[in-house]
């Protein structure tokens, strides 16, 4: 969100709320219009990023999603800040859009081939206190997925046919405590069926994210990767279980469209998670493990 023109960002005085911790996180608000008339600074991320990938390698950059971005103008908290530029939010959604389609664009140029959106929001919808955070009952919920839904395809829309896009539904992840909890079933049938996305990366590594079910929602020939190593404990997962629950999930999507990695990143803060450098590379080393017992024949 930072880059564009007319947002701002100051650090919030009572830090939010993370299960467990208070996040003392930026807090991100409109100054006026958005727009984005240079080049944006993920582009020079992108750039440094592929100058260190190997002839075998494919750099991926992940970035915001455009939903969290409009979430983050038109949640309650924010709103009424957000009126004094717009009074119509439909219009600030064709605006985020307009700039995302720039940046897409210009990561293209740039090389990229691998763009990832990172993704909150739908997470927080599933969480037990969505109704209470959005000042909402279950009819305004489907309205706000409609128009998550809406902004993420409308800036992914008419995307080079050779750039991979890929949706991390991200739960939280803060000193390995999390923002949100529950199943995917609420969302399933909006983000699983309806995102222009080629695949998601989905959280399954604890008892918070439900079952395998919802993934019936998923369209054919797309990819699930299925985040089912955590990076917010140092316990290494059983090769046995992991691979039990991959074939659990080959049972709704098939094998060669599913895929295998840690559940989240190892950091998405400075604080990063309670994991030492060496307890993060045995994950990494057990993600590898088990993908080449399970996908190498």
């Known amino acids: 969100m930072w880059g564009f023109e007319g947002v701002g960002h100051a650090a919030t005085k009572t830090g939010l709320p993370f299960k467990g911790e208070q996040a003392m996180i930026d807090d991100t608000y409109l100054t006026g219009k958005v727009s984005l008339e240079k080049e944006h600074p993920f582009v020079e991320h992108f750039r440094y990023l592929n100058s260190l990938a190997g002839e075998d390698a494919v750099a991926k950059q992940t970035i915001p999603a455009p939903a969290q971005f409009l979430a983050q103008m038109v949640m309650p908290f924010a709103a009424d800040n957000t009126r004094k530029y717009y009074t119509d939010f439909d219009l600030l959604a064709e605006d985020i859009a307009a700039g995302y389609r720039k940046v897409i664009a210009d990561l293209y140029a740039a090389g990229?081939?691998?763009?990832?959106?990172?993704?909150?929001?739908?997470?927080?919808?599933?969480?037990?206190?969505?109704?209470?955070?959005?000042?909402?009952?279950?009819?305004?919920?489907?309205?706000?997925?409609?128009?998550?839904?809406?902004?993420?395809?409308?800036?992914?829309?008419?995307?080079?046919?050779?750039m991979v896009i890929n949706t991390h539904v991200c739960r939280g992840n803060y000193h390995s405590t999390y923002a949100s909890e529950g199943p995917y079933d609420k969302v399933a049938?909006?983000?699983?069926?309806?995102?222009?996305?080629?695949?998601?990366?989905?959280?399954?590594?604890?008892?918070?994210?439900?079952?395998?079910?919802?993934?019936?929602?998923?369209?054919?020939?797309?990819?699930?990767?299925?985040?089912?190593?955590?990076?917010?404990?140092?316990?290494?997962?059983?090769?046995?279980?992991?691979?039990?629950?991959?074939e659990e999930a080959s049972k709704i999507i098939p094998m060669e469209n599913l895929c295998l990695s840690p559940q989240c990143g190892?950091?998405?803060?400075?604080?990063?998670?309670?994991?030492?450098?060496?307890?993060?590379?045995?994950?990494?080393r057990l993600v590898s493990l088990v993908a080449k017992s399970v996908f190498s024949h």
């Open 112 to 162: 990229c081939r691998n763009l990832q959106f990172d993704d909150c929001t739908w997470t927080m919808l599933l969480d037990e206190s969505a109704k209470f955070i959005y000042n909402t009952d279950d009819k305004g919920l489907d309205e706000i997925k409609e128009r998550y839904l809406a902004i993420n395809n409308e800036a992914i829309a008419g995307k080079p046919s050779d």
């Open 189 to 246: 049938p909006f983000l699983f069926a309806r995102e222009n996305v080629d695949a998601f990366y989905l959280e399954f590594d604890d008892e918070r994210s439900g079952g395998f079910e919802p993934l019936r929602f998923i369209p054919e020939g797309k990819k699930v990767v299925l985040g089912l190593i955590t990076t917010k404990s140092p316990v290494l997962e059983e090769v046995a279980t992991v691979i039990r629950r991959i």
């Open 266 to 284: 190892f950091a998405s803060c400075e604080i990063g998670n309670r994991l030492s450098e060496q307890q993060q590379w045995a994950k990494v």
